[in-house]
């Protein structure tokens, strides 16, 4: 068999073969690449959905915040009633 001839008996196998690979990566580009993954758009309804839960975090921290400072501020008040009720209590003995 002489160079030239096993030359084109290659070449048009490798393009098959080349051809053959960019076929499959494109017929199944659409789907999961496991069976049991999941596919693009659940995965986004999820993002979406975590990001959502990600700022609802974020809002909630933010008003735990401001609820602490209100009950501070209430305890500080109460602590100043309970001793002016305890100081008249103790004056009109």
């Known amino acids: 068999m ?5 030359l084109w008996t290659v070449i048009p196998l490798a393009a098959t073969a080349i051809g053959s690979l960019f076929f499959l ?3 199944h580009a659409g789907e999961p690449t496991h069976p049991m993954s999941a596919h693009e758009d659940d995965v986004t309804i999820l993002q979406v959905r975590v990001e959502g839960i990600a700022t ?5 921290k933010f008003v735990l915040e401001e609820v602490k400072d209100d009950l501070k501020s209430m305890q500080v008040e109460q602590r100043v009633s309970t001793e002016t009720i305890l100081r008249a ?3 009109g003995r």
């Open 56 to 60: 609802d975090v974020e809002n909630n």
């Open 89 to 91: 209590i103790r004056e």
């Open 25 to 27: 990566l494109y017929a």
């Open 2 to 6: 002489s160079h030239n001839t096993s």
